[in-house]
T-cell receptor, first 113, second 111 residues
Framework: KAGVTQTPRYLIKTRGQQVTLSCSPI?????VSWYQQTPGQGLQFLFE???????NKGNFPGRFSGRQFSNSRSEMNVSTLELGDSALYLC????????????FGNGTRLTVT | GNSVTQMEGPVTLSEEAFLTINCTYT??????LFWYVQYPGEGLQLLLK?????DKGSNKGFEATYRKETTSFHLEKGSVQVSDSAVYFC??????????FGSGTRLSIRP
């Protein structure tokens, strides 16, 4: 079955702009979570959606937001971009219980100039 | 709160050497434990998991045992290959918290 698909693969934006990233989970998975990966901070959890509801949230400012649609596809939005938002953004899907592993997409590389 | 502490990298070994990457955790309740691997330019992939104490997860020659008494989940492999070069992440997940990843350990294997 198809894996987790993230689009676009690369993005270049300027400070102050906003951006929307998309994630299509594995069919049947109801949980989608988002992560920011940077060399300095490692892998940091942004938020998790389960059946269209935000279930968990990390320690990121309100400029970072997300949503999940009825088909489990998810989008992440970052407004008023800052240079420090440059990172690899990873999306993962799962069944949503603690014993289920995460299945990751290949990520979206965001560069803010 | 829950946390994961992982061995600092980078780790450089020769092919066929024995590998250990240490991982310890702090958690309330009974979390599930995972090792994920990230190859260059890719997202993370599940390597192995253990969902209860004394479980041993294994895959591709890698093993890790869920040790509740020492709160550890160390990753081992008896003979590494060049193709094992990647970044390895230890992680825990419980129903009471979001998933928490360690800082990652970069592994490089010399031919």
């Amino acid at each position: 079955k198809a894996g987790v698909t993230q689009t676009p693969r690369y993005l270049i934006k300027t400070r102050g702009q906003q951006v929307t990233l998309s994630c299509s989970p594995i069919s049947g998975h109801r949980s989608v979570s988002w992560y920011q990966q940077t060399p300095g901070q490692g892998l940091q959890f942004l938020f998790e959606y389960f059946s269209e509801t935000q279930r968990n949230k990390g320690n990121f400012p309100g400029r970072f937001s997300g949503r999940q649609f009825s088909n489990s596809r998810s989008e992440m939005n970052v407004s008023t971009l800052e240079l420090g938002d440059s990172a690899l953004y990873l999306c993962a899907s799962s069944q949503g219980d603690p014993q289920s592993p995460l299945h990751f997409g290949n990520g979206t590389r965001l560069t803010v100039t | 709160g829950n946390s994961v502490t992982q061995m600092e990298g980078p780790v450089t070994l020769s092919e066929e050497a024995f590998l250990t990457i240490n991982c310890t955790y702090t958690a309330t309740g009974y979390p599930s434990l995972f090792w994920y691997v990230q190859y260059p330019g890719e997202g993370l992939q599940l390597l192995l998991k253990a969902t209860k104490a004394d479980d041993k997860g294994s895959n591709k020659g890698f093993e890790a045992t869920y040790r509740k008494e020492t709160t550890s989940f160390h990753l081992e492999k008896g003979s590494v290959q060049v193709s094992d070069s990647a970044v390895y992440f230890c992680a825990l997940y419980s129903s009471a918290s979001k998933i928490i990843f360690g800082s990652g350990t970069r592994l490089s294997i010399r031919p």
